[in-house]
């Protein structure tokens, strides 16, 4: 499990992820290598489409969150004998949000990449306190948002936001956000999320 500098209190933290996961460390060069894997194995034009879709958010919000001082990330596109994944962890340092409203084009608005909320018609989304390995308490925001992907193109995504509070500070937080495109794969996908936040930890100074 890699642990990773933070610039606020209590100093360092540490996360894990799939070993076949590449960490990109919000880096723009390697954004664009796993968009040209994921899509030489695409099997289909939509799943192309889907794809790019994808990536066109991701490095824009990349963009956005590494001018703003975000922390890390990771992500995989993956071909399997029944079909094709696509999934993102990104971590953030933020000051006092409200999770029963926070979803991920108010977090891109925030950054300075958002264009737009997303109006459509999705389905409601899940707000619990949760407990991370380690104990620590989290509430963690579970469901589908629509995002911006490209000027012309929306495309509906799979989410999970927890947000783990930094000990001592009464108003900082840890969000470790989660996004897929694969809505087939809701339960799995939301479960896979769920058991990467449940390993984040503070480590001592």
């Avoid at 290598?33 to 099997?43: H, K, L, V, Y």
């Avoid at 840890?174 to 769920?194: R, Y």
């Amino acid at each position: 499990m890699p642990s990773f500098d933070l610039p606020t209190r209590p100093g360092r933290f540490a996360v894990a992820v799939p070993e076949h996961w590449a960490t990109f460390d919000v880096a723009h060069e390697q954004l664009v290598t796993a968009r040209r894997e994921a899509m030489t194995g695409a099997g289909s034009a939509q799943e192309r489409v889907q794809i790019d879709e994808l990536f066109a958010h991701a490095k824009r919000v990349t963009s956005a969150a590494r001018k703003a001082g975000a922390l890390w990330g990771a992500g995989t596109a993956t071909v399997y004998d029944d079909g094709f994944f696509v999934g993102q962890v990104m971590l953030f340092a933020v000051t006092a949000p409200d999770p029963a409203t926070f979803t991920t084009p108010a977090m891109s608005a925030a950054l300075g990449g958002g264009r737009g909320t997303g109006t459509a018609d999705l389905p409601p989304r899940t707000v619990t306190a949760v407990r991370l390995g380690d104990g620590t308490g989290a509430t963690r925001v579970c469901g589908q948002e629509e995002v911006q992907a490209t000027d012309a193109q929306r495309v509906r995504v799979l989410v999970s936001h927890t947000f783990v509070p930094v000990p001592g500070t009464g108003d900082e937080f840890i969000l470790v956000t989660g996004l897929s495109p694969n809505l087939a794969l809701e339960e799995e996908v939301l479960d896979l999320f769920d058991a990467i936040a449940g390993t984040f930890r503070f480590l001592p100074a």
